[in-house]
């Protein structure tokens, strides 16, 4: 590790906790109603949308009505980008003449962008117009991204309230996360990134002469370039974790990412409102300490990763070095595996964005994480199996680790012998069955799902890879969809009716096999008494419930995938050890 490389770890941080306070007191006051500035401008917005869809504000609604609304929500709005996709070739702001998407590819894109998930089977620029990208893609990337924060808020209100039988009303939770939190920030971002250079146009594909000219004359001296409104959905898909690209290279494209500070803007962006949600917990839970102790154990967890992943990238390929190639920083060069890097970036820079996005379920790259060593590549893909709970989704990340704390509670409440309590609640066996849901149904998708592929004809001729590293890529691609979180193992030719269909099943139980046991969690929480703190009462904000929660994480982590893990790339790890001898 080099100091200019723990510059840049350390500015990322401290930029991140720095910022996770003020955005978190104010997010609170969105959903706790309070005054605000932004009230005065888009408030009469608010509540034109109340009148319009007949939706009364001071209504609230049970665990199970909220669940409905939701679901019927994301169920309509992945419709809608269906047939956009399938109607797309007659329909404006198509300069390119795109056709239609094909029935599965079209499915897997929907289920994808409602799931906050993002998954890409196709390449942006040769397949969506630029309707499809900014009234399908992009507004789903504001209202999924805005699901995953009511959810996490109506669970809060499961520990604020006391004999309640309402946890919220999802129509004003949904609305005031996207018109307050999520569109502001996204106008200010998306004008940053155009002031970098990221596209934000309406005119065609522009076809331009080669700066080096080819000497005869039947050479092709043009290229093509693809243009459209980048910037808009850049911004979003950072800032709601969606992850995604709007052209197929990600933000490994000078279009999407083209300098480094606009690289530092989007990598900061993946993990801000995560961040911030855990003050926003601790705010409206009446003791900030609760979450500075859960953003405490999230960064302890990546801070770690992130030096793994940049050692073992910084390392490079011992088969390499064998043969004699010079892969040690100097002044010419940057050493290490820079197969899949950005130069712009370069290992540390990239290191970071591979686990940032990982780790909050985003998804986006700005280098290729097929191209990773086989332990560089483990980390990002071990972070998605964790649960995406280390920052994690916007809302989803911090209701997964509020799930583990259940769980840690609970053991911890074995141990003493005493009946464990979390934030004044008892944590009884419906709480515990419904936490082993959560845990268990992504597992089952991911390993289920990856069993299926190797068995099956449709699932191997997928993979150009054979080996340790080609099992690799089936499961990073079911641990990817399973998880929300959108990004791949590129290696693996995932646009096949096979890979559409069984990632885009794993992507709905993923997403909505999480939420609605998360969601009867809340309204179980809601309806029970507060129990008074004693001698007994184990505290959760102590450095001490931050290990708790860090090994209840790791240890459900490890002991689930760890197998499947030996199988891929631990063997190819192995494998390329013993190349050097």
Not at 126 to 154: D, K, P, R, W
Not at 509 to 529: D, E, H, N, Q, T
Request: overall charge neutral.
């Amino acid at each position: 590790m080099t100091a200019n490389g723990l510059f840049q770890i350390s500015l990322y941080f401290v930029a991140l906790l720095l910022l996770a306070k003020p955005l978190g007191v104010y997010m609170a006051a969105v959903y706790e109603n309070r005054p605000l500035f932004l009230k005065r401008i888009l408030g009469p917005l608010e509540t034109g949308f109340y009148r319009l869809s007949g939706v009364n504000p001071e209504q609230e609604m049970g665990w199970k009505g909220y669940t409905a609304a939701l679901l019927w929500f994301n169920l309509f709005g992945g419709l809608a980008v269906f047939a956009l996709q399938m109607l797309q070739a007659y329909l404006p702001l198509n300069p390119q003449q795109m056709p239609h998407v094909t029935v599965d590819s079209a499915f897997n894109t929907a289920v994808s962008f409602a799931t906050n998930t993002n998954w890409q089977g196709y390449g942006g620029e040769t397949t969506m117009s630029y309707l499809t990208q900014m009234l399908g893609l992009s507004v789903q990337n504001f209202v999924s991204a805005a699901t995953g924060m009511a959810v996490l808020i109506a669970m809060i209100r499961g520990f604020q309230r006391t004999h309640a039988d309402a946890i919220g009303n999802f129509w004003v939770d949904l609305t005031r996360g996207t018109l307050y939190i999520l569109l502001p920030l996204s106008f200010v971002l998306a004008l940053a990134l155009v002031g970098q250079g990221v596209v934000q146009t309406f005119k065609p594909y522009q076809t331009v002469p080669l700066v080096e000219q080819v000497g005869t004359a039947t050479e092709n001296n043009t290229q093509t370039l693809a243009l459209g409104p980048a910037a808009s959905q850049i911004a979003i898909k950072q800032l709601g974790t969606n992850g995604g690209g709007f052209f197929n290279a990600n933000s490994a494209h000078p279009f999407e990412n083209p300098t480094p500070l606009s690289n530092f803007l989007e990598m900061l962006a993946i993990l801000l409102i995560p961040a911030a949600l855990c003050h926003t917990f601790g705010v409206m839970v009446g003791d900030p300490r609760q979450g500075w102790a859960i953003l405490a154990a999230m960064t302890l967890v990546l801070i770690s990763l992130v030096f793994v992943t940049v050692g073992f990238e910084q390392g490079g390929n011992p088969g390499l070095a064998k043969l004699g190639v010079e892969q040690s920083v100097g002044v010419g060069q940057s050493g290490g595996n820079m197969e899949g890097k950005e130069t712009r970036f370069g290992i540390v820079n990239s290191a970071i964005w591979a686990t940032a996005t990982t780790a909050a379920s985003n998804g986006s790259v700005n280098s290729m994480h097929d191209s990773y060593t086989p332990l560089g590549g483990l980390v990002p893909m071990w972070l998605i199996q964790l649960g995406e709970v280390i920052f994690g989704g916007v809302g989803s990340g911090l209701y997964g680790m509020l799930i583990f704390a259940l769980i840690a509670v609970f053991v911890a409440g074995l141990m003493i012998g005493r009946t464990p309590e979390y934030l004044g609640k008892k944590i009884e066996a419906f709480e515990v069955k419904m936490a082993a849901i959560v845990i268990l149904i992504p597992a089952f998708f991911i390993l289920g799902g990856t069993a299926l592929a190797v068995m099956l004809e449709a699932g191997k001729t997928a993979v150009a890879n054979p080996g340790a590293h080609g099992f690799s890529e089936i499961l990073y691609a079911f641990s990817s969809a399973a998880g929300n979180n959108g990004s791949a193992f590129a290696g693996l030719s995932a646009n096949s009716p096979f890979y559409n269909i069984a990632l885009a099943i794993a992507m709905l139980v993923g997403r909505y096999g999480i939420i609605v046991p998360v969601l009867a969690i809340a309204g179980s929480l809601a309806a029970k008494k507060t129990v008074p703190t004693t001698v007994g009462t184990l505290p959760t904000h102590t450095p001490l419930f931050v290990m708790l929660l860090i090994g209840t994480v790791l240890l459900v982590g490890a002991l689930t995938f760890v197998p499947a893990l030996a199988l891929g790339p631990v063997v190819e790890h192995l494998i390329m050890v013993a190349a050097k001898s």
